[in-house]
T-cell receptor, first 117, second 114 residues
Framework: NAGVTQTPKFRVLKTGQSMTLLCAQD?????MYWYRQDPGMGLRLIHY???????AKGEVPDGYNVSRLKKQNFLLGLESAAPSQTSVYFC????????????????FGPGTRLTVL | GDSVTQMEGPVTLSEEAFLTINCTYT??????LFWYVQYPGEGLQLLLK?????DKGSNKGFEATYRKETTSFHLEKGSVQVSDSAVYFC?????????????FGKGTRLHILP
């Protein structure tokens, strides 16, 4: 099992450029998530999906779009990158809701470090 | 709304010292509680969890007890090692509807000196 993989690992963009980050999981998880991690801010949820074909907004969705066309993949798009989107992006997945309530354990990818100049 | 507050770092200790990282939460119901760890250059991974009051989660020598009366889930380890140097995140989740999510604290960076 590869677990959760993310591509690319690093990327540098110029302001206004677009790009797509790919997340893939091989654990047959229903739920997938995109977070950004910034110094002193912890993890903030951008968008998430509770199943194939579904997406929903998280805490900081502006400037990002997502798609979940296949259960194993969750794509994060930046249509017009801005310097404020410089961050480390993490994808995560989970089986679903835990058996006694609450979200099941989330499994994280290694992250993508994005710099927008 | 629901939230998690954990002690700010960095925390610097010598090897074999006792560790406590404080975490308190605010929630309107009965959340599940988690500690995740992030080693340098890696993603987060679950360290331990507890799903109801008085439960104790434990893993790799770390422990945390779900204290409903003090709304706390403090992380402890009796003797830390250099390899424990990492960022530690406290988190909670609530089962309200299908769109359940985890709320993370801001993280506490731990440095262990040899």
């Amino acid at each position: 099992n590869a677990g959760v993989t993310q591509t690319p690992k690093f990327r540098v963009l110029k302001t206004g450029q677009s790009m797509t980050l790919l997340c893939a999981q091989d654990m047959n998880h229903e739920y997938m998530y995109w977070y950004r991690q910034d110094p002193g801010m912890g993890l903030r949820l951008i968008h998430y999906s509770v199943g194939e074909g579904t997406t929903a907004k998280g805490e900081v969705p502006d400037g990002y779009n997502v798609s979940r066309l296949k259960k194993q993949n969750f794509l994060l798009g930046l249509e017009s990158a801005a310097p404020s989107q410089t961050s480390v992006y993490f994808c995560a997945s989970s089986y679903g809701q835990g058996p006694v309530g609450g979200t099941d354990t989330q499994y994280f990818g290694p992250g993508t470090r994005l710099t927008v100049l | 709304g629901d939230s998690v507050t954990q002690m700010e770092g960095p925390v610097t200790l010598s090897e074999e010292a006792f560790l406590t990282i404080n975490c308190t939460y605010t929630a309107t119901g009965y959340p599940s509680l988690f500690w995740y760890v992030q080693y340098p250059g890696e993603g987060l991974q679950l360290l331990l969890k507890a799903t109801k009051a008085d439960d104790k989660g434990s893993n790799k020598g770390f422990e945390a007890t779900y204290r409903k009366e003090t709304t706390s889930f403090h992380l402890e380890k009796g003797s830390v090692q250099v390899s424990d140097s990492a960022v530690y995140f406290c988190a909670l989740s609530m089962l309200r509807d299908r769109d359940d999510k985890i709320i993370f604290g801001k993280g506490t960076r731990l440095h262990i000196l040899p």
